[in-house]
Structures are given as C-alpha cells and as structure tokens.
C-alpha cells in the first residue's frame, strides 16, 4: 500500500485501484463494488475506517463488513446483498 498509489481526486486522496492477495479496492479507493442505484425497500449500511475495521492486509472474505452481510444473509434478510 505504496504512497504511489495515492491519487488527488476532487480534493479527497484515494488510493488507485488494486486487486491483489484476496484484496480488491475500487476507483472510489472502497474495498467493496462500485455503487449501484438503491433498489425500493432496501437498506444499506456503510462500514467506515482504516484497518481497524478492514484489519492489516485481511483478505476481504475475513473483514467486518463481510462478516455482517454473511450473518443477515444466513438471518434471511431481505435484500442483504454484498456487491
């Protein structure tokens, strides 16, 4: 996670995108999918933070964000879905 793969975007710093050792960040410098258009009845929730809630170098199968939507969907939430 060089500084070299910081980018200056609209005034907020982002990381470039990489996909590596089960880890993927987007263009928005997200570790989750693009945004998509919400869908009638659906929640969302956003998981913020650095490595206190991604970990250091974790996969994105053993994140927090992850883990929460695999517990709503075995729960049988409705529209749980994880981009």
Do not use: C
Request: hydrophobic share 35%; aromatic share 8%; proline share 7%.
């Amino acid at each position: 996670m060089s500084a070299g793969r910081k980018v200056e975007k609209n005034g907020l710093h982002l990381h470039r995108p990489w996909r590596g050792d089960e880890i993927i960040i987007n263009e928005l410098g997200l570790r989750t999918g693009l945004p998509t258009p919400k869908r009638e009845g659906e929640w969302r929730i956003a998981v913020t933070g650095g490595s206190v809630a991604f970990g250091w170098r974790m996969r994105d199968a053993d994140t927090i964000p992850v883990q929460m939507h695999e517990m709503f969907h075995e729960r049988g939430l409705p529209n749980s879905t994880f981009p």
